[in-house]
């Protein structure tokens, strides 16, 4: 879905915007994503499995999240580029549509900075508007604490915790928490 763009203030002064993602971003939100997957252990593949992933791939998937009515996905514009992006998306099956899931990742040099917590307070928002969704739920690794503090401060509480869900090329086995939020 697309949405009027909302602008705020960064923790260091600078503004950012927080829009639709446009069909000319492709190729910057492919830089973006291959970016952010090589810098934290705490998104859920390995930069090189983005590796046949093309241009046109991430321009389907941009015409699909403006068309698509159950998703809505946040592009952070910071000095003109992207800084992040944060998805909220629901669903019509009538066993899960009171669910909606959540996604968020941005870029290392804009992290603490407020940016989570806009795209939060618009999803919360979003999911609010949206007759019949009670729940928000959200997964995050074990050890991802600026995260599960994000997601604490908007009222989030974890209700389960996988064991062994995550294998990091060193071996390293990491729980998978799911947090929810009842709306
Ligand atoms: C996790 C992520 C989305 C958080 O967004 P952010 O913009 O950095 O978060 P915010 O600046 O809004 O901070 C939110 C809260 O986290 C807490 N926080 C900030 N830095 C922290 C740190 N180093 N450790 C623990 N908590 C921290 C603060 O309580 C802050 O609230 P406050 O501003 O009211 O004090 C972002 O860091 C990120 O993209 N990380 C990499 C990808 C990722 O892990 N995605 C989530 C996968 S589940």
Redesign the pocket.
Known sequence: MTFEPVEIIL?DGRTAVLRTAQIADAAEMLAFRIK?LG??D??MQYPEEMADYTIEKQLNFINRMIESPNDKMFTVIVDGKIA?TGQVSFNNRIKTRHKAGI????L?E?????????IFTEIIKTAQSRAGVELLE????EG????I??YR?FGFEIVAEIPDAIRLKDGTKLKEITMQKRL
Not at 103 to 106: D, K, N, Q, V
Not at 110 to 118: E, V
């Open positions: 923790k952010s810098q934290t705490y998104l992040g996604g968020i990742a941005l290392k804009y992290w603490g900075l407020g940016i989570g917590s806009a959200l997964n995050v690794i991802n604490e600026r995260a503090a994000l401060k």
